[in-house]
C-alpha cells in the first residue's frame, strides 16, 4: 500500500475515533453540568478547548501507531482535520463566529495532535488497518 494512502486512512481513521472520544467527553461534561447545577459560560468554553485537545491527543497517538513514522506531521495533521470538521459544523449549523476561542481550539488540536504522534510513534507495535 503507498505511503499517501496509508496517510489518508490514518488521518481519516483517527480523525473520526477522535471526534467519538470528544462526543464522550461533551457527555460527561454535560453529566457533570446536570449533577452540579449552573456553571459560568466561559468555563464551558474553556473545558471544550480541553476536550478537543484531549480528543486530538488520542487521535495523534492512534494515527502515529497507524503509519509508524512521522508522528508529529501525522499527529497535527490529524489534529487539524479534527479542528476543521468541528468548525465546519459549528459554522453550518450555529453559525458561530470565528473568535479567539477558535484560535485556541486549533493551537489546542494541533499540538495535542502533534504530542499524540510523537507518543504514538515511539510505541513498538503499530495497528494495521486494510
Do not use: H, Q, W
Not at 502515529?64 to 501525522?74: P, Y
Not at 476561542?101 to 507495535?125: A, R, W
Amino acid at each position: 500500500m503507498s505511503d499517501k494512502k496509508l496517510l489518508a486512512k490514518a488521518v481519516l481513521f483517527s480523525s473520526v475515533c477522535g471526534i467519538l472520544i470528544l462526543i464522550i467527553l461533551m457527555c460527561l461534561l454535560a453529566a457533570v453540568m446536570m449533577s452540579a447545577g449552573v456553571i459560568s459560560a466561559d468555563i464551558l468554553d474553556y473545558c471544550a478547548v480541553g476536550m478537543v485537545g484531549v480528543a486530538a491527543l488520542m487521535s495523534g497517538i492512534i494515527s502515529s501507531r497507524i503509519t509508524g513514522s512521522a508522528g508529529l506531521a501525522v499527529g497535527s495533521l490529524t489534529g487539524f482535520f479534527i479542528f476543521l470538521v468541528i468548525t465546519s459544523i459549528a459554522l453550518i449549523f450555529n453559525g458561530e463566529p470565528i473568535t479567539i476561542l477558535t484560535l485556541l481550539k486549533l493551537m489546542s488540536s494541533v499540538l495535542g495532535g502533534g504530542i499524540g504522534g510523537i507518543i504514538g510513534v515511539n510505541k513498538k507495535e503499530k495497528i494495521k488497518i486494510r
